[in-house]
């Protein structure tokens, strides 16, 4: 069973919609969380970590449950440059080692 | 600000070559990390360092080899390519040893190699 799993989508939405989707990960150790946007034949990088109390980042929510083991994206008012892979990443021993999921792949269109 | 660069960008080698991918960071991260990243799987760590002549295994190391003389430089070298090694690698720093992205240190990847081997 791998560590971290992600619908691979893809999500075709029209612009100014709402957008969800879940990964779960298997160990209930796991002690960070994050998301990470790809964009085609580009690096990750970054979008935003994610708090045991849920966050906000402009248009982006994320939130942990941790007794389903599972965290959540939402893209509210989607853009056509929100277009990309999001990548649902977990940290289990504390350390450097990152697990990363497969991505969820999203498709904003005008 | 060059920030974390990757050569080369893209190559194709024939099975059995030995071929190497360097990495050189330009902020003195301590630690570095060399991923693959293929159709269907997340990123897969197969080497990290976390300082200049210290290294460990990741999840998939095996046909892999590093070094870390200098703590700019990352290079991974595949010993004797296979087809199965054509992949995307990205190499990646962090900036601190404290406790890494739990404490908002970002790992910042470079924009990747694509390698084939025929």
């Known amino acids: 069973r791998k560590e971290v799993e992600q619908d691979p989508g893809p999500f075709n939405v029209p612009e100014g919609a709402t957008v969800a989707f879940n990964c779960t990960y298997s160990?209930?150790?796991?002690?960070?969380f994050f998301w990470y946007r790809q964009d085609c034949r580009k690096e990750p990088k970054l979008l935003m970590s994610?708090?045991?109390s849920g966050n906000e980042d402009g248009r982006f929510t994320a939130q942990l449950n941790r007794a389903s083991q599972y965290i959540s994206l939402l893209i509210r008012d989607s853009k056509l440059s929100d277009s990309a892979t999001y990548l649902c990443?977990?940290?289990?021993?504390?350390?450097?080692?990152?697990?990363f999921g497969a991505g969820t792949t999203v498709t904003v269109r005008a | 600000d060059a920030g974390i660069t990757q050569s080369p960008r893209y190559k194709i080698t024939e099975t059995g070559r030995q071929v190497t991918l360097m990495c050189h960071q330009t902020?003195?991260?301590?630690?570095m990390f060399w991923y693959r990243q293929d159709l269907g799987h997340g990123l897969r760590l197969i080497y990290y360092?976390?300082?200049?002549?210290?290294?460990d295994k990741g999840e998939v190391p095996d046909g892999y080899v590093v070094s870390r003389s200098k703590t700019e430089n990352f290079p991974l070298t595949l010993e004797s390519a296979t087809r199965s090694q054509t992949s995307v690698y990205f190499c990646?720093?962090?900036?601190?040893?404290?406790?890494?992205?739990?404490?908002?240190?970002?790992?910042?990847f470079g924009e990747g190699s694509w390698l084939t081997v025929v």
């Open positions: 160990n209930s150790a796991s002690q960070s």
């Open positions: 994610v708090y045991s």
């Open positions: 902020w003195s991260h301590s630690y």
């Open positions: 990646a720093s962090s900036e601190s040893r404290d406790r890494a992205p739990s404490s908002g240190n970002t790992i910042y």
């Open positions: 360092s976390a300082a200049a002549d210290i290294t």
């Open positions: 990443v977990v940290n289990i021993d504390d350390d450097y080692k990152l697990s």
